[in-house]
Nanobody, 123 residues
Framework: QGQLAESGGGLVQPGDSLRLSCAAS????????IGWFRQAPGKEREGLLC????????MYADSVKGRVTISRDNAKNTVYLQMNSLKPEDTAVYYC????????????????WGQGTPVTVSS
């Protein structure tokens, strides 16, 4: 089945940058599409963006467009989420997930999830 583990979250100030990591164990990340999601307090989970097996990207959330990028390091079996110009409304728990097949904004299309890493943006 495999596992995913996110890291890199924390407390940052508005305007800061942060890079989240999603490390896989038990399977090869490059063989799957991997997505990033977030869930803010009191809100539904939101699909952000995804990287296909081919390396192509799909962006789903207008709220982060232009401020986030996704990348993959096959040697480290890790996917990254780079977030820039962070805003208080980016405060959420961030999750990475493995897709059953191809990238999708729908969480139901993913079968393996990490435990999440919290990000708080506050001055």
């Amino acid at each position: 089945q495999g596992q995913l583990a996110e890291s890199g979250g924390g407390l940052v100030q508005p305007g800061d940058s942060l890079r989240l990591s999603c490390a896989a164990s038990g399977f090869t990340l490059a063989n799957y599409a991997i997505g990033w999601f977030r869930q803010a307090p009191g809100k539904e989970r939101e699909g952000l963006l995804c990287i296909f097996k081919s390396g192509g990207r799909a962006m789903y959330a207008d709220s982060v467009k232009g401020r986030v990028t996704i990348s993959r390091d096959n040697a480290k079996n890790t996917v990254y989420l780079q977030m820039n110009s962070l805003k208080p409304e980016d405060t959420a728990v961030y999750y990475c997930a493995r897709a059953y097949s191809v990238c999708s904004r729908e969480g139901s299309r993913y079968d393996v999830w990490g435990q999440g890493t919290p990000v708080t943006v506050s001055s």
